[in-house]
């Protein structure tokens, strides 16, 4: 018994390890993407079109990417239920790093002219895909490994992954932008390496997921034979409802994530309105990632405490006050300001971001799991990152007023608080297959179904 229960704590922080790296490898792949589309691709690439209009294609191709998340959630969701959690985590894995490793070699729009930005944008897409399939299978991988007691913590380690990959990705643009490619190095060649250099992180991340075994539920629904045939249609006959709230929930932290951590922020504070420099603010950026780290794992934590749907709500109550504050303090133009309101904006966005794979995991049925968490996060992603920093600055461009941003990022976290608070807190729920008729009841608020009887089965503390 000792021995078992040793080789299943081995196991989970197997599972914790190979799921934060993986996802810090592409989350850093995507970040720095959003963080070069802020600081020179709207040169690099779109330069014919002006400073403004080349800013606003240079983030609508930010955007872009997230319109094929539902695709690669659709696509992951369906092999995910059908092949397994491990495998899609492995293809995800390769195809955003091969991605962003051939983004630092195309060619501008100086020297292949339009078919630069139409390759910049077809690799973007390719990146859409790929974190579309990728978050879903994260989230199981660690739910489900982990004891019912400890969801909120071991869902949290994905979760880091974002948070981590920014930190990198910014941590790795302030150092060539600062130190080994100032000025205009960073503009002839600089920005190439940070995207190269993610073909040294796919072998460490692909190497790393191999080496953890597959999701214990998954195990069960093969042996059993019960994957469902085609998960997705399921999903949307049975559970729609769950899909469009699960998608709500996810707008606010999103919209507010991407656009205080984001391209549009580095781009704002560096900005003649605010005239800060460079280096300076991507250095912030990289506390903000810090910050943000620090509160997602702690909100993972204290879900297991207090349930996911009040860290939830504590969380979108805090955006709803800090979002107004940070923008005045940018428009001050100082750098202490910055770091302040960043500070404070990442403590909310990491509050609403470290239960959410257990938030998710819990609220779907075993069978159209993987299905319901990927194009949950995936539509979430569009209807509150996507276009975020592109509407930002239409608003600013509209305005001249950084108060109609935060306008419409409080908009954002009031439909999400409402949202959360729609559903049940369903925190410990036994998430095995032979669970699958609790699981399919009593999601929401408005789902007054008595719970069925429990199948009678052998107990698993994994799930």
């Known amino acids: 018994m000792t021995e078992t229960r040793h080789s299943d704590r081995a196991n989970q922080r197997r599972v ?15 970040f720095i993407y959003a963080t070069m589309a802020g600081l020179v691709f709207s040169q690099l690439f779109f330069e014919p079109a002006g400073e403004s209009i080349g800013l606003l294609l240079s983030f609508a191709s930010v955007g872009i990417s997230f319109l094929f998340r539902p695709l690669g959630a659709f696509l992951a969701g369906h092999y995910g239920d059908k092949l397994g959690r491990r495998v899609i985590l492995v293809v995800t894995l390769i195809m955003m790093g091969g991605a962003t490793t051939l ?6 729009y100086a020297s292949a002219g339009v078919l630069a930005p139409i390759m910049l944008i077809l690799l973007r897409v ?28 071991a869902g949290s380690m994905p979760q880091l992954g974002v948070p981590l990959g920014l930190l990198l990705a910014t941590g790795v643009t302030a150092l060539m932008t600062g130190v080994i490619s100032p000025g205009e190095q960073f503009i002839e060649w600089g920005w ?10 796919i072998g460490v991340g692909y190497f790393v997921r191999m080496a953890v075994d597959e999701s214990p539920v998954f195990k069960e629904m093969a042996e059993k034979k019960e994957q469902t045939s085609v998960p997705i249609v399921e999903l949307f006959r049975k559970y729609w409802h769950l899909v469009l709230l699960a998608s709500l929930i996810f707008v606010g932290n999103n919209s507010v994530g ?14 003649d309105d605010v005239g800060l420099d460079n280096t300076d603010v991507l250095i912030a950026m990289t506390f903000a990632a810090a910050v943000w780290l620090l509160s997602t794992l702690g909100a993972g934590i204290l879900s297991d405490y207090i349930g996911r749907k009040r860290t939830y709500q504590l969380g979108y109550v805090w955006l709803i006050l800090a979002v ?44 159209i799991r ?8 995936a539509i979430g992603a ?18 001249g007023s950084s108060g109609s941003i935060a306008v419409y990022l409080i908009g954002m976290c009031v439909v999400a608080l409402i949202a959360v608070s729609l559903v049940r807190d369903r925190s410990g729920i036994d998430l095995s297959i032979h669970n699958q008729a609790e699981q399919e009841v009593g999601c929401t608020v408005f789902d007054q179904r008595p719970v069925p009887e429990r199948a009678a089965v052998p107990e698993r503390t994994s799930v």
């Open 103 to 108: 983004i630092g070699l195309l060619p501008t």
């Open 258 to 271: 991407y656009m205080s951590t984001g391209g549009f922020i580095p781009s704002y504070a560096t900005s």
């Open 382 to 399: 569009i209807l509150g990152g996507a276009f975020a920093p592109m509407i930002a600055q239409a608003l600013l461009d509209a305005t």
């Open 370 to 377: 993987f299905s319901g968490v990927s194009i949950s996060y």
């Open 126 to 153: 390719l990146q859409g895909v790929s974190a579309g399939g990728e978050w879903g299978g994260a989230a199981l991988m660690a739910v489900e490994h982990a004891p019912a007691k400890r969801r909120g913590l």
């Open 324 to 367: 107004w504050p940070l923008f005045l303090l940018i428009d001050t133009g100082s750098l202490a300001n910055l770091y302040l309101g960043l500070g404070i904006i990442c403590i909310g966005t990491g509050l609403t971001y470290g239960p959410q794979a257990a938030l998710y995991s819990e609220l779907f049925p075993a069978s």
């Open 16 to 30: 914790a390890a190979a799921t934060l790296v993986g996802t810090t490898v592409e989350w850093y792949d995507f």
């Open 192 to 201: 190439r390496i940070p995207f190269i250099a993610s073909v040294v992180l």
